[in-house]
């Protein structure tokens, strides 16, 4: 089961659209879930992101037009309970027991944040923790330099493979990073 995880795309403000070869490799049919960690600022984003699975779930960023999305919400894949959130509401951001805290409220296996625009994942405390970075490559509000990033995650049983899709000097880079939730 793939999973697209995105977010802080700030499309008009920061950038102007998802850059070129990440929508290439971006096909309609192939992702069954989508689960966005906001600041994608219109509808029409939203939009587009509804072209490439029925199932899109969005939390509230802190840029939004749209100010009904959730600021939590939980999702089950298969075997995970995954738990989204924007991070904004993080303090300091980003950081590593605060948001161990807000995966301890959720009861997630899988805890999935953005707002620093920056890609990172670990294992904490037998938890995997996941920042999609900025879609775009936005800056933040701590740094101007961002590398765009998103993640596909393939969700068989009871492990995550997740790939990082990164774009570095005009090439698509990916990693793979794999996660096994304990028994």
């Known amino acids: 089961m793939l999973v697209l995880v995105l977010g802080d795309l700030h499309i008009p403000h920061r950038a102007s659209a998802l850059p070129a070869k990440f929508k290439k490799l971006l096909v309609p049919g192939r992702i069954q879930h989508i689960l966005c960690t906001g600041n994608l600022c219109t509808k029409?984003?939203?939009?587009?992101?509804?072209?490439?699975?029925?199932?899109?779930?969005?939390?509230?960023?802190?840029?939004?037009?749209?100010?009904?999305?959730?600021?939590?919400?939980?999702?089950?894949?298969?075997?995970?309970?995954?738990?989204?959130?924007?991070?904004?509401?993080?303090?300091?951001?980003?950081?590593?027991?605060?948001?161990?805290?807000?995966?301890?409220?959720?009861?997630?296996?899988?805890?999935?944040?953005?707002?620093?625009?920056?890609?990172e994942a670990y294992e904490h405390e037998n938890k995997f923790y996941v920042n999609p970075g900025s879609a775009t490559g936005a800056y933040s509000a701590l740094e101007a330099e961002i590398i765009p990033s998103f993640i596909l995650m393939d969700i068989q049983s009871s492990t995550v493979v997740t790939y990082v899709y990164q774009l570095i000097d005009d090439e698509v880079k990916v990693d793979r990073i794999e996660y096994k939730k304990n028994a």
């Open 44 to 119: 029409e984003t939203v939009d587009y992101l509804k072209t490439l699975a029925s199932d899109v779930h969005v939390v509230r960023g802190d840029f939004e037009e749209n100010t009904t999305y959730p600021e939590q919400k939980v999702v089950t894949v298969g075997q995970f309970r995954i738990g989204v959130c924007h991070g904004h509401q993080v303090v300091p951001w980003g950081d590593q027991e605060s948001l161990a805290l807000i995966n301890r409220q959720l009861d997630c296996d899988i805890l999935i944040t953005g707002h620093t625009n920056k890609f």
